[in-house]
């Protein structure tokens, strides 16, 4: 019981019992003052038994309100005992109202952030103040190939760089933003850029935005090896055509002896730069999209024996045994053209890169809804280390034997864009001094219907 409470008690206490004991004191009673005394003490407790129950009423009230969901608004509509408990009643009403209504928008925002956050493609992390992470990605997490969590890191623990770390401190303390680029380590090493800004308004931190940038870079350097290894090819028949013209106009067109080995030099190397266009502008359609492929049922059978007739004059120079081993009636799925394109150019590079008395066999099986086409020779073979590069475009095991040889550096490169335009995909196996072997898989298709008489 608060003082208040108790002087308010004492106060209707001794006013009944001085009016009672003053009154009849006037009238004369000798008993009035203990009759006073007994009214005060009738009134004392009546007013404490009053007391007790208007508190223990609100209590009640109060108590039913407080032991109320969190959330709920269906109050008991019953009058409390005193005006006071209604207007508490509403008030709680209210409240409740008022703080589900935020709670849902505060709810309906944060789950909003959340899912365009992992719905970025980019990484992103949150900092605070002091640069510790608040808040990652699903992207982040991805590009440090990490499934912990992030939380509390701080930058250098993430990425070895200081150049980021100092970039963080800059936006958190002078609210400066920067742009950089970084590099990850590990079994998949990536390139990163990464723009660091300090958070907008009365916030103290900063945000940093992650791009994965290395297919990019990937992408520029074969660009750049692209352009000088066609300078580079170019340059060399290039400059064999212009040196034998500029001797032949120099007087050497009157050598009878000297002229015509001349003229057939510049013959062999104007073919070689045409092959060499021809093989650029074929595998720039194939990379544009711009060569329409069908996708037809194609006589493998057939396909294989026109493009072992076009290498075969060849083979026959070298003494190298052409042996083609694929069934009749054999279909795959693809563009005719395409795929005896595909076939010339694996026969033609084991011709190419077999020693005189060698052997080149072609065969041809189905498994499982799938054509397997592989091409060996008993060439030179090549180290391992060449396998993963053989197709791209002007990769050479040999840079000087090749051009001897008359390659333009772009035979097994355009066969891959063909081949993985038609749904398939090559491979190349290879032992030095033993030999390679190409194989080839097609979807494998029902031979078409015969032709209506």
């Not at 990163?192 to 992650?210: C, D, K, N, R």
């Not at 352009?227 to 001797?247: C, D, F, K, M, Q």
């Not at 030099?265 to 999209?289: A, F, K, N, P, T």
């Not at 026109?306 to 083609?324: F, P, Y």
Request: net charge positive; hydrophobic share 45%.
């Amino acid at each position: 019981m608060n003082a208040a409470r108790r002087w308010l008690l004492l106060a209707l206490t001794l006013v009944p019992a001085l009016i009672t004991g003053g009154l009849l004191q006037l009238a004369g009673r000798p008993w009035a003052w203990p009759a006073a005394a007994v009214v005060g003490l009738l009134t004392w407790s009546l007013a404490v038994a009053l007391d007790r129950q208007w508190w223990r009423t609100i209590d009640r009230e109060v108590n039913a309100l407080l032991e109320l969901p969190v959330g709920d608004l269906h109050l008991a509509d019953t009058a409390p005992l005193h005006p006071s408990m209604a207007r508490f009643r509403d008030t709680v009403r209210r409240i409740h109202g008022e703080w589900r209504t935020r709670s849902e928008a505060l709810e309906h925002d944060a789950e909003t952030l959340r899912a365009t956050l992992e719905g970025m493609a980019e990484g992103l992390w949150i900092t605070d103040a002091n640069g510790t992470i608040l808040r990652t990605n699903r992207a982040l997490r991805e590009l440090l190939f990490t499934t912990r969590p992030l939380i509390g890191e701080r930058p250098a623990a993430l990425f070895s760089d200081e150049a980021l770390d100092a970039a963080v401190r800059r936006a958190c303390i002078e609210r400066q933003a920067s742009t950089l680029e970084l590099s990850t380590r590990g079994l998949r090493p990536r390139q990163l850029t990464a723009f660091i800004t300090p958070l907008v308004g009365q916030m103290a931190g900063s945000a940093a935005v992650f791009r994965d940038v290395t297919e990019l870079r990937r992408l520029e350097k074969v660009r750049k090896d692209f352009v000088a290894n066609v300078s580079h090819e170019l340059r060399t028949p290039i400059t064999a055509i212009r040196g034998y013209a500029e001797t032949l106009q120099r007087g050497a067109l009157k050598d009878a002896e000297m002229a015509p080995r001349m003229v057939e030099i510049i013959h062999r190397q104007s073919e070689r730069l045409s092959e060499l266009v021809e093989d650029l502008l074929e595998l720039s359609r194939i990379e544009g999209q711009e060569l329409e492929l069908e996708s037809t049922a194609v006589d493998l059978f057939q396909a294989a024996q026109r493009a072992a007739e076009t290498v075969r004059v060849r083979a026959s120079g070298k003494q190298i045994e052409l042996r083609v081993d694929v069934p009749e009636q054999l279909f795959v799925r693809g563009d005719k053209r395409a795929v005896e394109q595909v076939l010339l150019n694996l026969m033609d590079n084991a011709v190419k890169y077999t020693p005189p008395s060698g052997h080149v066999f072609v065969d041809a099986k189905a498994l499982a809804g799938k054509v397997q086409v592989t091409v060996r020779d008993t060439g030179l073979g090549m180290e391992p280390k060449h396998l993963q590069r053989i197709f791209e475009r002007f990769y050479r095991v040999d840079k000087g034997r090749s051009r001897d040889m008359g390659g333009t550096g772009l035979g097994l490169s355009i066969v891959k864009h063909l081949v993985g335009a038609m749904g398939g995909d090559v491979r190349a196996e290879s032992k030095l001094q033993v030999g390679t072997t190409f194989t080839l898989s097609l979807a494998k298709a029902d031979a078409p219907a015969p032709k209506a008489g």
